[in-house]
């Protein structure tokens, strides 16, 4: 069968998969493991937060994929004792298969191919490595009708979420200002949680801002200088946006949040101007 997925090598040589339906590549700058760590696993904080909680630490992992992120954030936490679980969408399953089929040239598994095979087969998992105790679950469908659905409330608050969509303007139902309003409705108030992920478009960063979140300059990889961080409580953001990048956004001609899954470029409404204008983060 012919398969939507390619495996491509980039400039410094790592491996990482295209996807030529969406015509995008996971992880096009400086390849899997190096864009995990980078984007994911140091801003979030995973190693300390999981070793600094009591209880189960739990991470949303938005957009599956080839599963390179998460492989990456276990294979960080490995040799931790806590109990960490990990809730994972997507809409298909194809691009973890096609992954673990070509797991030596992508190398990010890491002694974590089992783990990710049982998930191709099983929706949820648990087991023990070492002093990490791992439930791992996966939801299939389209994220945002998910989301939006009652049982929503009850799935396992995040401490940390992943948030790796292709970009908006290819995916743009994953970018939306209700479905970032309604994953800030759906966080524990009580449980601080920091959601990462690789865009740093002004569009974006307003999404984020009007949907409650405090949003930061997530970690950098090669080819930009910055990605974004987001939190439920403003202290988790070390570098939070000032009131210069507001000016920017005032005047950027991309800033308005998408109401509906349709891409389109337009500057700040009035509204939306006013809202940002009464952030906490800006006062
Ligand atoms: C950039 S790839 C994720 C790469 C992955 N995080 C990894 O580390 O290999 C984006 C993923 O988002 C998924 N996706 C896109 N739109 C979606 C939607 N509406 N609902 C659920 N998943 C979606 C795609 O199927 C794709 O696997």
């Known amino acids: 069968m012919h398969s939507d997925y390619q495996l491509v090598r980039l400039a410094n040589g790592a491996f990482s998969i295209r996807d030529r339906a969406a015509g995008e590549t996971f992880h096009p700058v400086i390849g899997p493991r190096a864009e995990a760590e980078a984007l994911y696993v140091r801003p979030l904080r995973i190693r300390e937060r999981l070793q600094s909680e009591s209880g189960e630490f739990v991470i949303w992992d938005v957009g599956l994929g080839g599963a390179a992120n998460i492989a990456t954030v276990l294979r960080s936490v490995q040799d931790l004792p806590g109990r960490l679980r990990v809730v994972s969408f997507d809409r298909t399953l194809e691009g ?56 929503a409330a009850a799935w396992p608050k995040p401490h940390g979420i992943l948030f790796d969509a292709f970009s908006p303007a290819r995916n743009p139902d994953m970018w939306t200002a209700p479905l970032f309003a309604r994953l800030h409705e759906i966080l524990d108030p009580r449980r601080p949680c920091m959601l990462a992920t690789y865009s740093r478009s002004t569009m974006l960063r307003v999404t984020l801002l009007l949907a409650g979140f405090h949003v930061g300059i997530g970690g950098a990889t090669g080819e930009k200088e910055e990605t974004t961080i987001a939190a439920n409580t403003g202290d988790l953001i070390e570098h939070p946006l000032d009131r210069r990048w507001l000016g920017r956004a005032r005047r950027s001609r991309s800033a308005e949040p998408l109401r509906t899954p349709h891409y389109r470029q337009a500057p700040l409404s009035t509204e939306s101007w006013d809202r940002l204008l009464t952030h906490p983060q800006f006062r």
């Open 96 to 151: 973890l298969r096609f992954a673990l089929n070509h797991a030596h040239d992508l190398e990010y598994f890491a002694g974590w191919e089992d783990v990710c095979s049982a998930l191709l087969e099983h929706r949820a998992i648990s087991l023990a490595r070492s002093a990490l105790k791992l439930d791992w679950d996966r939801h299939l469908g389209d994220f945002p009708v998910l989301l939006g659905r009652p049982e």
